[in-house]
């Protein structure tokens, strides 16, 4: 069943025209019903649905993402993408791989995080995808760094490189998790799951959040959507996203008048603070746990920044009984695939220097080792 074009161009054939998309990936991506964890934990309906397959390569939400800054970048003939994240970043990592196998040069301005394994993965797999790294340990020259390169690049390409915002939420990069949704919907009606009560998403960027959520009320489909918040609230305010929601909508009834302009208000964001812990990258008891078990249970590796803190929460609610009937559905935004191929022709002195301190420097107590 699986094919490339994204399920917004199935709904509304017009936006073709105007909306720029590059196949990355084959979708819909599997839905599965999670029986070895909801057997053990004695809950009946617990689903995944598994975008860490989208690719073999390197899947994730930000694949999906991806798909529209790039085939962007294409249409305006960008030489260059330019990103922002912090050290051990998904969405950079993501970026590097699927600009470099489409023949457009990548940089990353890339942040200090807290050290883990994953951290070094990924920054040895992004010099292996040829992504230009920059570091910079002090927040304040990120701005200047970030401008510099955007010189740079004009300078040599007499063209501005296409900005993709950090964790790709940006209206077009949305546009990625309406599609989504418009797809689970069509998963929905083939019964590959009934529908669900609940959905548990992360929530950084808050892009995957708000494209769901918004592709579910395009369909009037009463489905919860609960963000699970991973970064802090200063990054992500609750004002932002209804904010970025409504530039989402406003954006796909501009491009279609068929398609309705709907609003959120902040008291529509469904929200749980509690699972981050100390901190953006910092990993908790809690997410810790939910990793092993997901690892245990399924063979399937979950992310401590990320996804593991979202399952976390997830686990938490099967064991209250107010849930218990419910259907429950986990969207796995991370990525499966090994990347140790790529990474083992990579030594990290090949990186810039002052990236080198998360290979010589521990990784913090908390990570288990399992996502590395
Ligand atoms: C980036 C990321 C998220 C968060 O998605 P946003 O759209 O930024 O909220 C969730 N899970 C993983 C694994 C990620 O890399």
């Known amino acids: 069943m699986a094919d490339k074009e994204p399920a917004l161009f199935k709904y509304y054939p017009e936006l073709k ?37 989208c690719s073999s390569l390197y899947g994730s939400n930000k694949v999906r993402k991806l798909e529209f800054f790039l085939g962007d970048a294409l249409a305006k003939k960008c030489q260059e ?29 890339l942040m200090p995080q807290v050290n883990a394994h994953y951290v070094r993965r990924n920054l040895l797999a992004s010099h292996y995808y040829k992504g230009q790294l920059f570091y910079y340990d002090n927040y304040l020259s990120v701005g200047v760094g970030l401008l510099n390169q955007i010189a740079a690049s004009f300078l040599k390409y007499r063209n501005f490189p296409k900005y993709i915002p950090g964790g790709g939420s940006s209206p077009e990069g949305v546009l990625a998790y309406v599609s989504a949704a418009l797809e689970l919907n069509d998963q929905i009606s083939r019964k590959e799951l009934p529908k669900p009560d609940v959905i548990y998403v992360t929530l950084a960027s808050s892009g995957t959040f708000l494209g769901i959520m918004l592709g579910l009320k395009l369909l009037n489909l009463d489905i919860e959507v609960i963000g699970v918040r991973v970064i802090e609230n200063y990054l992500t305010p609750q004002r932002k996203m209804v904010k970025l929601f409504n530039d989402t909508s406003a954006l796909l009834n501009k491009k279609s008048k068929k398609i309705p302009l709907v609003k959120i208000s902040e008291k529509d964001l469904h929200i749980r603070e509690e699972y981050m812990g100390s901190g953006y990258a910092r990993f908790t008891k809690k997410g810790v746990n939910a990793t092993r078990l997901m690892h245990q249970k399924k063979g399937l590796k979950l992310n401590g920044t990320y996804t593991g803190k979202a399952f976390a929460a997830v686990l938490d609610d099967i064991k209250k009984p107010e849930n218990k009937d419910k ?18 022709q990579v030594d990290y002195r090949m990186l810039p220097e002052n990236l080198h301190k998360y290979f010589e420097n521990d990784v913090q107590d908390m990570d288990p080792g399992i996502d590395r």
């Open 17 to 53: 025209k105007s909306v720029s998309h590059l196949s990355l990936a084959d979708f819909p991506t599997p839905v599965e019903k999670l029986d070895e964890i909801g057997n053990e934990l004695g809950f009946k309906n617990l689903y995944i649905k598994r975008d860490d397959l």
């Open 81 to 109: 993408v330019i990103t922002i994240g912090y050290a051990g970043s998904n969405h950079s990592l993501a970026t590097s791989i699927y600009a470099n196998l489409n023949n457009l040069k990548s940089i990353s301005i």
């Open 327 to 344: 259907n429950i559905l986990f969207w796995n935004t991370y990525n499966s695939c090994d990347l140790s191929d790529a990474t083992s």
